[in-house]
């Protein structure tokens, strides 16, 4: 099973900064299958990305994923208000389907 | 417009059976793989079963197999897990998710919660 490691644990920033987070795994993960997702409270998931750096549909431009084999970033280049949530790394190159943890984004 | 509603949480005793349900409109139901993932109170996402378009083909996670089964009717557009034998640590909001052709997760229900206790 692939183990992935997010980082940090909670992040906390202001609106109009700059946000990184960071998702790595235990082995390289094949064709680059790792997805994010957003996560209000008392939300489901929403996708944000997929093979680690294609946006979703309707998600705006400010997000943005990167990296290859082991080795994940999901940015946020300008944080509005609505973007502070948990957000959680997925890879679906092995069976089974890992996530991580989650980096909770809080407002400093 | 993609749908999925999740029913049939609820309270059980330790031991006991339930079964979830997810009623999915504004896709073509059998013609994608649906999974369940649940998340622990407090706690992050964990996928525990999935079943492809037909239902010909299932997995699971390790900490349900052989206590849950996914299954799926294609003419209700209905995706089911059947959970026998529960446990406290079942305790979780459950999900069915749509999954995409390369099996990542484009639609989540709202989810239904389970809590296992006596």
């Known amino acids: 099973e692939i183990v992935l490691t997010q980082s940090p644990g909670t992040l906390s920033l202001s609106p109009g900064e700059r946000a990184t987070l960071s998702c790595r795994a235990s082995q390289s993960v094949r064709s680059n299958n790792v997805a994010w997702y957003q996560q209000k409270p008392g939300q489901a998931p929403r996708l944000l990305i997929y093979g680690a750096s294609t946006r979703a549909t309707g998600i705006p431009d400010r997000f943005s994923g990167s990296g290859s084999g082991t080795d994940f970033t999901l940015t946020v280049s300008r944080l509005e208000p609505e973007d502070f949530a948990v957000f959680y790394c997925?890879?679906?190159?092995?069976?089974?389907?890992?996530f991580g943890r989650g980096t909770k984004l809080e407002i400093k | 417009e993609v749908q999925l509603v999740e029913s049939g949480g609820g309270l059980v005793q330790p031991g006991g059976s339930l079964r979830l349900s997810c009623a999915a409109s504004?896709?073509?139901?059998?013609?994608?793989?649906m999974s369940w993932v649940r998340q622990a109170p407090g706690k992050g996402l964990e996928w525990v079963s999935a079943i492809s378009g037909s239902g010909r083909t299932t997995h699971y996670a390790d900490s349900v197999k052989g206590r849950f089964t996914i299954s799926r009717d294609n003419s209700k557009n209905t995706l089911y897990l059947q959970m026998d034998s529960l446990r406290a640590e079942d305790t979780a909001i459950y999900y069915c998710a749509k999954e995409t052709v390369e099996t990542y997760f484009d639609y989540w229900g709202q989810g239904t919660l389970l809590t296992v206790s006596s």
């Open positions: 504004g896709f073509t139901f059998s013609a994608h793989a």
């Open positions: 997925h890879q679906y190159s092995n069976s089974p389907h890992t």
